[in-house]
C-alpha cells in the first residue's frame, strides 16, 4: 500500500501516557453497548417455570376401563413472556386407569429429545416417532435400543372422590437418566 | 514465533498495511478537538447498531405485541430500562453531533472542491439518520409514537401526484396497524442501516481519499491518527456517553407511554424534540398552504444545503453559506424554543400530557398482571380507573360535577351545575348532606334540578328541623345503614366496626309510617319512591343510570337525566365501568 502522504510511522521514542490513556478511555466506551446487551440477552437465565398446581384433566368414568391409555390436553395458565392466558393447553398426557380409583398419568413427550409419543400400532405401548424409542403401557423403556435414557415421565396425580382427576403437570429435562424438573 | 505468526497471517491477509492505514492516516497541523465529531459519530452508530440488534431479540413487531414487547423489556427484562435508555438517548445524542459535525465541516470550508461528493454522501447521511429516528419513533406503538407518526406520515400524503399512493405504501394500507410496525421495523433496523452502512463506507472512503481539511491556521506539525487524535475522539465519545447515561438513569430508561389506540383521543402527541421546529414551523401555514411549510420549504433549504460546495468557489458565496446555516440553527432554536414555550402555557396540553402520564403508568400496572393476546389496549379499554372519567366526562359532567370537576379534572363553567356532584356517592358523607334539607337544595345536590320542589325535599324540611338532637342521631344512623348497602370498598372495615349503630339506622329505614320506607321501596316493602334496596352498589347503579325513569326509581318525576342504556348510549360494560369508578373499586395491583 502506498503510503504517500500520510505521515511517517510514529518515532521509536512514543507517548506512552497518551497511548494508554486512548486504550482506556478507548476500552471504556467500547464495552458500554455490548455490556448493556448481553445482560438483557442474559435475562432468560433467571427465569425459572412456574410450579403448577394440580389440574382437574379428566373424569375417571371416561377413562377405557381396560387400562387402555387416553391423551387428552391439559389445561391451565399460560404465561408466555407478557401474555397470561387462562385455560389453554399447556401439554398432554396419556392417562390409564389402573384401578377402581387409581390412575397412571404420563407425559406425553418423549424423554430423549421432546418429540411427542404416540400409541403404538398393537395398542400395548408407545413409540416415538423421531428416534423410534419404544415404552411399556407403564411408561417403562420396552426394547433395550430404545436411544431414550429412561422411562416416560409420571405425573403427580390424584382421583378425587367424585371421580374427577387431578393432575400435577411437569415437563423435565431431556435427554437425562433422571427426572430433573425444568 | 509470534513474529512468524503475524507474517504468515498478514501474508495471506495484508492486515499491517491495514492497520498501518488506519490508524496513521495523517493529521495536518496535528490532533485537534475540532476533529473529532467525525468519529463520535461512527462510534454511537456502532452502539446504535450493538443495542439495537439486542433490543431486536425480545422486540416483536404487531399491534398486539409491540407495545407488550417493549413493556417486557423496559420492566421485566434484566437491565431492560438501561439499553432501551441507551438505544434512546444516543439517537437524541447522535442528532445534536450531526449538526456539530455539519458546521464544523461548513466553517472550515471542507466542503470545497474536491470534497463536494464527500459532503453530499454527508447530507445523505443526515437525512438516513433522521429517517431512522422518524421510523424508530412508532416502534413501541405507544399513544405518543402514534399519533406523531400518524402526523408525519399525513404530511407524506400531502405531496401532490403520488402523497396518497406513497403514504399507503409507507404505512402498508390504509390504516395503522401490523404493516405499518412490520415495515417501519424492517427500515429501521434492516434498510436503513444497510444504506447508512454503506454510505458511511463511501464517507470515509472519500475522506481518506482527500484527507483531513485542516483548520487554519495550523497549530503544529502533521501526526499521525494514533494516539493522540484517537484519544481526543474517545475523550469526547466518553463525555457524550457520560451525558446519555445521566439521561438513562433520571428518566429510568426511555419513556413508554400508554399503548396505542386509535379510538382514544391523544392531545398529547408532539414529535421528538429535534423535529419540533418543524411542528412549530407548520403552525403558520394554516390550511391549503400546509403543503408549503410541510415539503416545500424544507426541500428548498436542503437544496441550498446541496448547492453550498457550489457556492463556496467564491468567498462571497463561503460567508453566505456559513450566514445561511447561523440562520438556520438560530431559526431552527427559535422555533423549537416558541414550541416548548406554546406547551408551557398551554393549559390544555399540560393538562393531557399529565393525562397520559397517568394513563401510561396504569398501563404499566395493568400489564404487571399479565396481558391478554388482545394486547395491553384491551386491558386499559376495560379499566373502570380509566374509563370511568371519560365516560363520565363524555356523557354525565354536561349537568353533574365529580368533585367540582368534569371527571377528567378539566374545569367547567361555575353555573353549568345542574346535578349532584358524584364524588363519593353512596358513602356516609354523600348520604348525610343529602339527608340534610339545606345541603340537599344546594347546587351540589338538588338546587339545580326540578327536584328541589319535590317530595323528599318537602318531607325533610317538615321533618328534621323539629328533630330531637336523639331523632337527628337516629336520622344519622340510617344515613350510615343506608350507605352500607352500596358496600363501598372504602367504607368495609367502618361498616364491620358500626354493625350495632347500623342496625339502629336500618330500624328507622323500615319505620314504614315515620321512617324511609314511609315512602321509598326497600326489600320487601314495596312503595312509589324510588327503590333503596342495594342503594349505591355496583348493580343498583348500573340499573339506575341505565334507566333512571323506570318506576323502580324516578318514574314520571325524572328531571330530564337520559336512560342511558335502555336508549342504549352506553353499553353494558361502560355502565360497569363507571358505577366502578365512582364507587372506587378498580384493579389494584397486589402489594409485592
Redesign the interface.
Known sequence: MDDSGHSPAPPARRNFLIKTAALLVGGVITVVAPVAGLITFLDPLRRKAGARGLVRVATIGSLPSNGEPKKLPVLDTLVDAWNRTENVPVGSVYIQKTGKATVRVLNAVCPHLGCSVGINAAKNGFACPCHKSSFALDGKIADPKSPSPRGMDELEAEVKANGEIWVKFQNFRKGTANKIPV | MKQESTNWLDQRT?YK?LV??AL????PGGARWRYVWGSTLV?FF??QV??G??LW??YSPSSQ?AW??V???QN?????W??RG?HHFVAQAMTILLVFHLMQVIIDGAYRAPREVNFWSGVILLLLTLALSLTGYLLPWDQEGFWATAVSTNIIALSPGVGQAAQAVVIGGTDYGHHTLTRFFALHAGVIPGAIMLFIVVHIYFFRRH?VKPAEPKKGA???F???Q??RD??A??AV?LVV?FFIFRYHGAPLGAPADPAEQYSAARPEWYFLFLFQFLKYFPGSAEIVGAIIVPMLLMAVLVAMPYFGRWKLGHRFNLGFMATMIAGATLLTYLAMRADRNDPDYIASAKAADQDAERAVEL?N?????AGAVSLMRADAYTQGPRIFSRNCSACHRYDGHDGLGGELPKDSISASDLKGFGSREWITRFLNPDSLVSPKHWGGTALKDGDMVSWLTEHVPDYTPEQKQVLQYAAWALSAESGLKSQREADGRDSAKIAIGLAFIRDTTKGCTSCHTFHERKKDGPDLTGYGSRAWMMDFISDPAHERFFGDNNDRMPSFGKEKTLTLQELGMVADWLRGDWYVAPKK
Do not use: K, R
Open positions: 495484508g498495511a498501518h492505514e496513521f492516516e495523517n493529521v462510534f456502532s452502539v450493538i443495542t440488534l439486542f431479540m425480545a405485541t407488550e414487547s413493556y417486557f423489556i421485566q427484562m434484566w437491565g431492560g438501561f439499553l441507551l484527507g502533521d501526526v499521525g494514533w494516539p493522540d484517537v484519544l474517545a475523550v465519545c466518553l456517553l447515561i400489564a398482571g399479565g396481558i391478554p393476546i
